[in-house]
């Protein structure tokens, strides 16, 4: 059978050339220059608040205003980082409220209020190793509630990792009082509209919040600490997210008791009411972060919420008598919604449009864009637009992921000739594949590269079964999900089957290792930070997720067989291709220790591979020159390992044995000093 022309645009004038070798009309500093990720969105009054990650600034993140008919105003001064550090992921970090803004330090974990824009004043004390997350105002009591996550050296002492509480922080002298405390972990504080009642969740190891939570009721007595507490909704196995009050001073919340994360309120005698009629979508993102907002409440109490299912998202409308309609919109992903009178906001992006902060009329449906995450001026010929795809897996099951072809106006492969792929999935692992329009996805299809996003069992966005399947089978899966998409692209005659990469970062990056380890269909990998060792993962990650692996591999020690077998670190020897091993120097959820042993083990098997190392990066890298030298390593490997000269100013680096005939067994010399991936 011949081969088909996977690649997409131009016409019969294109120019002939191996797949991989095309130049590209997206230049490289397109990942980093002028570009930001948008965080938690904040409107009122006709002003809106966002948080700004500029990757030219080392990734920090900034908070901006822009007032109506007005510039963008930064309200953090240079060099502030505008994070928080509980759950080491952080979310929630600022609190805006009338005249007073508030932001977390990420460097101290302080909490600073901004009395004009570029100047600070501290807020909570000096010295203490405490961080701050999810802040809300409680006017009436002239104090902010938060999550505090405390490091002290005699909290470690004594329990042996962090302690979280529900806390109060008085805005006139920073005094911090407990209102909440006794589980392992809480978030999402909410007062009422009516200052008479505070909502927050809990839950405990070795949950994570989508394992299950527990949503609590307390009224507040004269000196506004919690009384009479209630569970209303939740267990040790029922995930609880996003609980808020509607105007009228009613609590929602998310939930899937049927199997879709749908919308739910607290009615009289804490009866639980479904809100609207059940719908396959869910209406709540696992909660890596604090501060996710999925949806929101126009003032009569209608709802703005967004729902994912089938890959995308969707916007809907939920009026006060439970009825329900989605907005026709052109966007694919949407997420932190904000309601201020007749506009919503939120940022949005699609596969044909970068992340932007949009502004919703919600009675005529019009958009505006009020910032783009990256400026960009292209030619709809140049991109690749993700297709949804379903394949076959294991077990007689289906899988998901989105395709994205190669893609050029000015070049084609040879004929009888098909692309090299490159398969990557998704952190997380409970997360979902993106189908935002993506710089990194456009630079590799745009070079004549296929790109499949492989939305594994364990996904979001596809209802509570198939997010279970990666229970007890982390490493099984996700793995076999990959392959199985791989080989079914190959077996269409869609891509090259012996040219297929994979590629990813963190717990991506383990699904890598896992695959160049433990199967034979991949001709090279490439790991961001990606997790070796299942075992010194478990034992030296932070608080959150400390437990994460009981879920996802089995109870420790007693399954201490299945963190073995599953550690590709444990069997780096069986790597059968190519390797190149990506990693921040800084990273204190994978250290680099872990990718150090795996490529000792390629080193001393003289097995093909290049390793680098890069001061001052963490667990994702945020500088901007580490970003495109990441990237040119990674074209460099692939064309070396394909067989083609990548386009472009791309400077090589050295692939150890690469081609060696010797690849077996026994001592080689001295390995390069650690990270120094050398020119070719």
Request: charged share 25%.
């Amino acid at each position: 059978m011949a081969a088909r022309d996977l690649s997409h645009a131009g016409g019969a004038d294109r120019r002939t050339a191996p797949f991989g070798s095309w130049s590209s009309p997206f230049p490289i500093e397109l990942l980093t220059k002028g570009a930001v990720t948008f965080g938690e969105i904040g409107a009122a009054g006709g002003t809106r608040w966002w948080l700004e990650g500029r990757a030219e600034e080392d990734g920090r993140q900034v908070l901006v205003r822009l007032k109506p008919g007005g510039t963008l105003t930064r309200l953090t001064p240079e060099g502030f980082n505008a994070r928080c550090r509980v759950h080491e992921y952080g979310g929630g970090a600022f609190l805006i409220d009338g005249d007073l803004t508030v932001v977390s330090e990420f460097a101290t974990g302080r909490l600073q209020r901004v009395r004009e824009p570029g100047v600070l004043e501290p807020l909570t004390p000096d010295g203490r190793a405490w961080r701050f997350a999810d802040l809300r105002l409680d006017r009436q009591r002239n104090r902010i509630l938060a999550i505090r996550e405390d490091h002290e050296p005699e909290t470690l002492a004594r329990h042996g990792e962090a302690e979280n509480a529900v806390v109060a922080i008085d805005l006139a002298d920073g005094a911090v009082t407990v209102l909440a405390e006794g589980s392992d972990f809480f978030s999402s504080p909410r007062l009422s509209p009516d200052g008479r009642s505070l909502a927050w969740l809990r839950w405990n190891h070795p949950n994570l919040p989508w394992d299950g939570t527990e949503l609590v009721i307390a009224d507040l007595d004269a000196a506004g600490r919690p009384v009479d507490e209630r569970v209303v909704a939740g267990s040790p196995s029922d995930w609880i997210a996003q609980p808020r009050w509607s105007p009228a001073g009613i609590l929602h919340f998310a939930a899937e008791p049927d199997g879709w994360m749908n919308l739910f309120r607290v009615g009289p005698a804490d009866r639980l009411e479904r809100v609207g009629e059940p719908v396959e979508a869910e209406f709540a993102f696992p909660d890596w972060v604090f501060g996710l907002a999925n949806y929101a409440f126009e003032p009569d109490g209608t709802i703005v919420a967004v729902g994912r299912s089938g890959g995308r998202d969707r916007l809907f409308r939920i009026a006060t008598d439970g009825s329900a309609s989605i907005y026709d919109l052109p966007f694919s992903e949407i997420s932190y919604v904000a309601i201020d009178g007749g506009s919503a906001v939120f940022r949005a992006a699609a596969t044909d449009r970068p992340w932007a902060i949009i502004e919703l009329d919600l009675a005529t449906s019009a958009t505006t864009v009020l910032r783009r995450s990256i400026e960009i001026t292209m030619n709809p010929a140049d991109a690749s637009l993700g297709e949804p795809i379903e394949f076959p897996t294991d077990g007689d099951r289906t899988a998901f992921g989105i395709l994205y072809r190669p893609t050029s106006r000015t070049f084609r492969g040879p004929p009888d000739t098909l692309a090299p792929l490159i398969v990557t999935s998704h952190g997380g692992p409970t997360a979902e594949a993106s189908t935002a329009f993506a710089v990194l996805t456009q630079l590799f299809t745009s070079r004549g590269f296929a790109v499949l996003d492989v939305d594994y069992g364990g996904s979001t966005g596809y209802g509570k079964a198939y997010r279970k399947r990666l229970e007890g089978e982390w490493g099984v899966v996700d793995l076999a999900d990959c392959v199985a998409g791989a080989r079914w692209l190959a077996a269409q005659e869609m891509v090259d089957g012996e040219r297929l990469a994979i590629r990813g970062g963190s717990a991506s990056g383990y699904t890598t290792l896992c695959a160049v380890t433990f199967s034979d269909a991949f001709s090279a990998g490439v790991s961001y930070f990606g997790i070796g060792d299942l075992e010194t993962f478990m034992k030296g990650t932070h608080k959150f997720e400390s437990r994460y692996l009981d879920r996802l591999i089995g109870p420790y020690p007693e399954r201490k067989d299945l963190y073995h077998d599953r550690s590709p670190l444990n069997f780096a020897d069986r790597i059968s291709c190519p390797v190149l091993i990506l990693q921040g120097a800084e990273d204190r959820i994978v250290p680099p220790a872990q990718a150090e042993q795996i490529v000792d083990v390629l080193w001393e098997r003289r097995l093909p591979h290049a390793y680098v190392l890069y001061p001052g990066e963490d667990h994702g890298f945020r500088s901007a020159a580490n970003i495109i030298r990441s990237f040119e390593a990674e074209v460099s490997f692939y064309g070396q390992v394909f067989g083609f000269e990548p386009a472009g100013a791309i400077e090589p680096i050295r692939v150890e044995f690469l081609g060696d005939a010797a690849a077996s067994v026994g001592a080689s010399g001295p390995r390069p000093r650690r990270g120094a991936a050398s020119p070719g």
